[in-house]
């Protein structure tokens, strides 16, 4: 069989078209047939080698949604025609600490979707079949495809360090990722700061769930947030004022770091032994916990604000996103 997706070839290249035979179907995995599929600004990294693990060519795309058309021998509790996700990554060894604990997302031999492998901006797209996620009732699919990445991304810090419902918390950057952090901390009973360096954000992000807006250019909006919040979540890839971000947190107060941001963080020790203070980070999540993600979404009516855009336009679309102008995930629309 072939599969019919859109490629980069090199770096800073549009994709264009292109075709692979994916061989056998494994034991262990699982084929499904691709109906929409997000886009992530890992996507466009991965597609200009900016992390440099990039191999070319490379079809992007790791936020697919889609119904499974083969299923392989070892396979267990799916069905051929059941509609399920694809997240950030698509296998894991199962036999490690981690994946015999659950955490499979910290698997030393996780694979990612995209890296050495072939994405979700195609036909159809192959994964182990404990990371095809079954889609329940109550989600729309049509919009599921950034729950599997930005989603799961920023509920895994709550459910993971037991944040509670009568917890401050801080989430910055209101984008692809930030907008649902704030919708989950609304809905796990959260006060919420929503951090954004833009004023124009701040009705929407009260709209998201934010009680409180500050804006990370505004000294004085930061100093009045000194000593307030017991997590705060980075959601975004650039620098910011570091020491004004730790100072915004309670004793016992978290900054958590789910934002690729490629320069150090720099802190001292004092920082953090005054007020007993952590600085963590979190690489999206486990099967069962965005199976467990995607039944909050449902009991709480979550989903991201997405724009569509058909496959063939899919350049068209990445730009969108590179320029800034997506509110806030850009889904593609594959099958026909």
């Known amino acids: 069989m072939t599969i019919k997706g859109w490629a980069a070839t090199a770096a800073n290249r549009p994709l264009e078209p292109y075709e692979y035979d994916p061989g056998p179907l494994r034991p262990d995995d699982v084929e499904i047939t691709v109906e929409t599929c997000g886009i992530c600004h890992s996507d466009a990294s991965v597609m200009n080698n900016e992390w440099g693990m990039t191999k070319y060519p490379v079809i992007p795309g790791h936020e697919a949604i889609g119904r499974i058309s083969a299923l392989g021998s070892n396979a267990k509790g799916l069905e051929v025609g059941q509609r399920v996700g694809v997240g950030w990554a698509s296998a894991s060894c ?94 796990w009973g959260c006060e919420v700061t929503a951090f954004t360096s833009t004023d124009a954000k701040a009705d929407e992000a009260r709209a998201f769930g934010a009680h409180h807006v500050a804006n990370t250019r505004n000294d004085e909006d930061l100093k009045r947030m000194t000593g307030t919040l017991d997590l705060l979540l980075v959601t975004v890839n650039v620098p910011l004022n570091w020491s004004a971000m730790m100072a915004t947190l309670r004793p016992n107060g978290r900054m958590h770091v789910v934002g690729a941001v490629l320069e150090p963080i720099p802190t001292n020790a004092f920082a953090l032994i005054e007020g007993q203070k952590s600085i963590s980070g979190s690489p999206n999540g486990a099967p069962v916990t965005s199976q467990l993600m995607l039944e909050f979404c449902a009991r709480h009516d979550i989903a991201p604000q997405t724009e569509h855009f058909p496959i063939a336009n899919v350049n068209d679309a990445i730009q969108h996103l590179l320029d800034g102008k997506a509110r806030y995930r850009v889904v593609l629309d594959i099958a026909a």
């Open 94 to 187: 199962m036999h490690c600490q981690p994946c015999l604990g659950g955490e499979q997302n910290l698997c030393l031999e996780n694979v990612p979707t995209i890296i050495g492998r072939h994405g979700g901006f195609a036909d159809k797209i192959r994964v182990q079949w404990p990371w095809a996620i079954p889609i329940p009732e109550g989600v729309a699919a049509r919009e599921a495809g950034p729950l599997l990445c930005g989603g799961v991304t920023v509920f895994t810090p709550f459910y993971t360090y037991g944040i509670k419902p009568t917890d401050r918390v801080g989430v910055v950057g209101i984008g692809g990722l930030g907008h649902l952090a704030v919708k989950f901390a609304h809905a």
